[in-house]
Nanobody, 123 residues
Framework: QVQLMESGGGLVQAGGSLRLSCVAS????????MGWYRQALGKQRELVAT???????NYADSVKGRFTISRDNAKNTVYLQMNSLKPEDTAVYYC?????????????????WGRGTQVTVSS
């Protein structure tokens, strides 16, 4: 089994910063892509940023230049540094990880989501 645990959300004023963390744990063989997605109230979940095991990154246009995704492969951890936050960044932020894990002595692919962490940016 694989679990993801996010941390670092909270309430911040516009222009402020927050850093989210997400740790993947369990019977992991390898973690490939990791990423952050967000869902604002009444809207669909959308991509924020992703990062491959090799460090290649992809960002939503709305966060380019303000957010930075990074990871520590040894710790199966992904981070999201969020600067110059805007009220429109308010959402529940979800971590996602894809990779291989042991299930009943067999290696199987996984695609897991964390429970989410609330980020609220006040104007």
């Amino acid at each position: 089994q694989v679990q993801l645990m996010e941390s670092g959300g909270g309430l911040v004023q516009a222009g402020g910063s927050l850093r989210l963390s997400c740790v993947a744990s369990g019977t992991i063989v390898s973690v490939n892509d990791m990423g952050w997605y967000r869902q604002a109230l009444g809207k669909q979940r959308e991509l924020v940023a992703t990062i491959t095991s090799g460090g290649s990154t992809n960002y939503a246009d709305s966060v380019k230049g303000r957010f930075t995704i990074s990871r520590d492969n040894a710790k199966n951890t992904v981070y999201l540094q969020m600067n110059s936050l805007k009220p429109e960044d308010t959402a529940v932020y979800y971590c996602n990880a894809k990779g291989l894990a042991y299930y009943a002595n067999s290696r199987m692919p996984f695609n897991k989501w964390g429970r989410g962490t609330q980020v609220t940016v006040s104007s």
